[in-house]
């Protein structure tokens, strides 16, 4: 119980500190950074960067970030490597399902073709165990003589 409380009492200081920055920003709540001299500076940083081993150099030339992978940077930024893993992970499911529904279409036909001609899975079944009952028996009858 002791927990709870305390997570509704940060929980509740969050939304007194979003309250009071947007009652200060005047719209949407959000804040408008004032223009200084850190501001400008910080706008100039870079996002937390990847080192992109094969896979990755494959997958943004795949996505057509860069032309090839003599082109592709040492660092890359996590947000490019993340929408190139993504678009990546869309891209083959789609080619999966394709696959999928392009497999299930020739089973289906194949199947009709083998209804058409006569063969069942029980037929086989049936002729299976026959062929495996006389290759038992003659074994047997071999081994008595």
Not at 39 to 51: C, F, P, W
Not at 106 to 115: D, E, L, P, Q
Not at 125 to 140: G, I, V
């Amino acid at each position: 119980m002791l927990k709870f409380r305390s997570i509704l009492r940060t929980q509740s200081k969050f939304r007194q500190l979003r309250y009071e920055s947007s009652k200060a920003a005047g719209e949407g709540g959000k804040l408008t950074p004032k223009p200084t001299e850190e501001n400008a500076t910080a706008s100039l940083r870079v996002g937390a960067m990847h080192k992109p081993n094969k896979i990755d150099k494959w997958l943004l030339v795949w996505d057509k970030k860069y032309k090839s992978f003599d082109d592709v940077p040492m660092y890359v930024t996590n947000d490019k490597m993340e929408k190139a893993r993504n678009w990546a992970r869309i891209k083959i499911s789609t080619y999966l399902m394709i696959g999928t529904v392009i497999g299930c279409i020739i089973m289906i036909i194949s199947g009709k073709r083998a209804a058409a001609r006569g063969e069942s899975v029980a037929k086989a079944n049936l002729e299976w165990h026959k062929k495996n009952r006389e290759e038992m028996l003659a074994a047997q009858s071999n081994q008595q003589k």
